[in-house]
């Protein structure tokens, strides 16, 4: 099966506050990621999970039921999916952390004439740092396609505290020119295969 990648890098609103003093490796404690609240037309209730590496270098978030889709017997509604999710991340006593890169992966059955987009803005909560990025996919294809950010400029959590992530990821599927019997898919769903995405994180620590 074709793979598809896109990469680009993310493009920050705001520049983060002062850096935290370098580290050169990760702390030896685990991080502990619980998730908060899960809303979006991409995400019922019980869909998505998010949990740690044991080395503590990166964390994912998979989904079950992420799909959006136009053409064929989709509603309108179809074709337009989003997820918010809020994860608390609680981290080792006197350490920080930022989001690196972040690689998505899915799987897409986009007509001739139909196009797909993936979208993602994640940010802490009272930050108003943010970082979003988007990859756009053109039919016909049929494949599993993978799209990485890396970072321009890294923002990191407050220290001294559990910090809460929020990440909004959306799909969006446009039926264009493409037959109109024949349905156009993007998705981001576990359940299809290993697709997650993974959020690869940097570390400093707090002065």
């Known amino acids: 099966m074709l793979n598809v990648v896109a990469m680009a ?24 990621i619980d998730v908060q ?12 999970t998010a949990s740690a590496k044991s080395d503590n270098t990166a964390f994912t978030v998979s989904y079950d039921n992420f799909l959006a ?25 006197g350490f920080t952390f930022a989001i690196a890169k972040a690689e998505y992966q899915g799987h ?7 196009s797909g987009l993936q979208l993602a803005h ?9 970082a979003e990025s988007s990859h756009s996919f053109d039919g016909p294809l049929s494949a599993t396609w993978r799209a990485v950010d890396t970072a321009s400029a890294l923002i990191y959590a407050p220290c001294g505290a ?15 020119k493409s037959s109109s ?9 576990s359940t299809r295969g290993s697709v ?4 690869n994180l940097s570390w400093k620590q707090c002065g």
């Open 9 to 32: 890098g993310l493009a920050l609103s705001l520049l983060a506050a002062p850096a935290p003093t370098e580290l050169s490796a990760v702390p030896s404690d685990n991080i502990v």
């Open 37 to 48: 609240t899960v809303n979006g037309s991409g995400c019922p209730a019980g869909t998505a």
């Open 69 to 93: 889709q136009a053409g064929g017997s989709a509603n309108a509604t179809d074709s337009r999916k989003n997820c918010q999710i809020n994860l608390l991340v609680r981290v080792p006593q």
């Open 108 to 114: 897409a059955a986009l007509q001739a004439g139909a």
């Open 122 to 130: 994640y940010y802490f909560t009272g930050q108003s740092a943010n």
């Open 162 to 176: 559990a910090t809460n992530l929020n990440i909004n990821a959306e799909l969006r599927v446009d039926a264009g």
């Open 181 to 189: 019997d024949k349905a156009s898919v993007m998705a981001m769903d």
């Open 196 to 199: 997650r995405t993974l959020f």
